[in-house]
Each structure stands twice: as C-alpha cells, then as structure tokens.
T-cell receptor, first 111, second 116 residues
C-alpha cells in the first residue's frame, strides 16, 4: 500500500516564501506530483519529480529525495491567489501507473 | 481545446435511489480515472480505465458502485441504492499513457452528489 503525509494547514504572508512538505511510503515508486486545488474547483497539475533534486518552474519549485521518501513544494513571492490546497500525489508501478493522493495542505496567504 | 467535462455538476437524490454520473475525457486520452473527494480530504481513487476495460477497480467501496466506458471515451459511474455516506464530490480525470511519459492527469470540475 501507500502512505502519504502532509501538514493539514499552513499560513504564510503575502510576498513571503513557504515550503510544504510531503513524506511518503510506497512500493514501486514511479514519480511524485504536486497539484493545486482552489476551493470548489478541480485539482490542476503543478509539478512532477521522478529523479532526486529540485525542479523549478517560475515561482514554484519542487524537490524530491527518493531515499528519504520526501518531497517539498516551495512557493516564492506569495500572492493572495496562492491560497489553495496543495496535494502531494505518488505514482507507483502496479501493472499500470496508479496515482495516490495525500489529504492535501490548505495554505492561507494573509496580507 | 476542450478539457474534461462532467455532468451533472450537482446531483441531489434521496437515499436508496440510483444515480449516474458522466465523464467526457480529453480527446485522445486513453486513461480515465474516477475519484471521490470528501471535504478536507484528497481525492480517493475509485477506478481506472485503460481504453474500454477497467484495469483497476480496487477503490470501489462496494458492489453498489459500478463504472463503464463502452467505447473507450465517455465513462459513466453508476451508484445503486445510494446512502448518505456516498455524498461527496466525484472527480474524473484523464491522461495519456505513454511509456516513460509524464502522463499527468487532467481533472474535470466534478459532480457534487448529495444524498438526503
């Protein structure tokens, strides 16, 4: 099976940097996704890591350490519109590529 | 281009009734997933289709839940004898399935099901 842990809620200030952590346990790891989900909306893809290291995409970066079963999403220059839930999701090899989602971290950006 | 669409957007039904939820994936996406999401939780996997066949239905909670994808495109999730605990947002996602590819999932807006 798979187990994914991330903090339930976080608060950060507009313009600041925030790091959202995710730890996971899985068999047959085949990549880790981060999705953003605004309240009442569908999740949208943010980033993907399959190898160790940092992937940068504008204000968003994601890091992966496979040996530690650990990832983080880094959001820089926070904007009010970044208030949303951030979902960590792990893909495993199971005949096909099954994706399991964590419970999400609800980020509130305050002025 | 068109994204994943789901109908209806909202469905209110009474306990014991039968409901059907429809998903129209992105054209050309062979993989289709159904998830259920309760308030404050992440999407919970229900079933996965590769083409017309259900490759993994291990997430379906019980035999009241069934899903089909007869022509490898549109999918219907069917729930019999609905219970109040079935109330949730039902999300559909589709993706490509290229060997070694990113294959990220694109989600539809969801159907909010309320069982009274």
């Amino acid at each position: 099976g798979q187990n994914i842990d991330q903090p339930t809620e976080m608060t950060a200030t507009e313009g600041a940097i925030v790091q959202i952590n995710c730890t996971y346990q899985t068999s047959g790891f085949n990549g880790l996704f981060w999705y953003q989900q605004h309240a009442g909306e569908a999740p949208t893809f943010l980033s993907y890591n399959v190898l160790d290291g940092l992937e940068e995409k504008g204000r968003f970066s994601s890091f992966l350490s496979r040996s530690k079963g650990y990832s983080y999403l880094l959001l820089k220059e926070l904007q009010m519109k970044d208030s949303a839930s951030y979902l960590c999701a792990v893909r495993s090899l199971r005949g096909y590529q099954k994706v399991t989602f964590g419970t999400g971290t609800k980020l509130q950006v305050i002025p | 281009g068109a994204g994943v669409s789901q109908t209806p957007s909202n469905k209110v039904t009474e306990k014991g009734k039968y409901v059907e939820l429809r998903c129209d994936p992105i054209s050309g996406h062979t993989a289709l997933y159904w998830y259920r999401q309760s308030l404050g939780q992440g999407p919970e996997f229900l079933i996965y289709f590769q083409g017309t066949g259900a490759a993994d239905d291990s997430g379906l909670p019980n035999d009241r839940f069934f899903a089909v994808r007869p022509e490898g495109s549109v999918s219907t999730l069917k729930i019999q004898r609905t219970e109040r605990g079935d109330s949730a947002v039902y999300l559909c996602a589709s993706s490509l399935m290229w060997r070694g590819g990113l294959n990220e999932q694109f989600f539809g807006p969801g159907t909010r099901l309320t069982v009274l």
